[in-house]
């Protein structure tokens, strides 16, 4: 199965600033990754698909990036809401598989 | 708008079996696939497998693969996923979620979730 691997596993960072997640694949999976935003208690919610795509309603400072094994997730301003653990997800091969997860915390 | 409810939480001993629920609406039911992803007690997210409610063919994640199945009832627009055999290590939040299909198969929206429970 592909591995998804996710750096750093915690992210402190004061708001305003940007914050660089990145997720990496055991193997090429074109740019077939999405990234969800949960919070505690809630459902994952969906951000970026296709590697770059937004989704509906989610702000421009919302941005990812990649191709083959190596993706990013960029959040150029963070805001007070965007503290949240955030999963990447590859929907290239079987099984789909999650990275483990950034936590993007205060700092 | 699209909206996923699922069924609630419950408390199951080893070896029990359990089916959760996921009513849908607001869509085409039988355009999109339904994936189940588990998340255990302060961990990540599980992909376990998924059903394509047109034709009802379903992939399975290979350690599921003889304790699931997953189902859909088209005429209330609803998917099921039943896991028999369950361990104390399958307490966890079962989240359902619709799947895009075609060019970029991702998951959006998801239901609420429902806890399942197996303690002796």
């Known amino acids: 199965e592909v591995v998804m691997t996710q750096s750093p596993a915690t992210l402190s960072v004061s708001p305003g600033e940007r914050a660089t997640l990145s997720c990496r694949a055991s193997q090429s999976i074109n740019t077939n990754v999405a990234w969800y935003q949960q919070k505690p208690g809630q459902a994952p919610r969906l951000l970026i698909y296709?590697?770059?795509t937004r989704s509906n309603d989610i702000p421009v400072r919302f941005s990812g990036s990649g191709s083959g094994t190596e993706f990013t997730l960029t959040i150029s301003s963070l805001q007070s809401e965007d503290f949240a653990v955030y999963y990447c997800?590859?929907?290239?091969?079987?099984?789909?598989?999650f990275g483990q997860g950034t936590k993007v915390e205060i700092k | 708008q699209v909206q996923l409810v699922q069924s609630g939480g419950e408390v199951k001993k080893p070896g029990a079996s359990v089916k959760v629920s996921c009513k849908t609406s607001g869509y085409t039911f039988r355009h999109y696939g339904i994936s189940w992803v588990r998340q255990a007690p302060g961990k990540g997210l599980e992909w376990m497998g998924w059903i394509y409610v047109y034709n009802e063919g379903t992939r399975y994640k290979g350690s599921f693969e003889d304790r699931v199945t997953m189902t859909v009832d088209r005429s209330t627009a609803t998917a099921y996923m039943e896991l028999t055999n369950l361990r104390l290590d399958d307490t966890a939040v079962y989240f359902c979620a619709r799947v895009q299909t075609g060019t970029n198969e991702f998951l959006d929206p998801w239901g609420q979730g429902t806890l399942i429970t197996v303690s002796s």
């Open positions: 997800y590859q929907y290239n091969d079987w099984p789909r598989t």
């Open positions: 296709g590697s770059s």
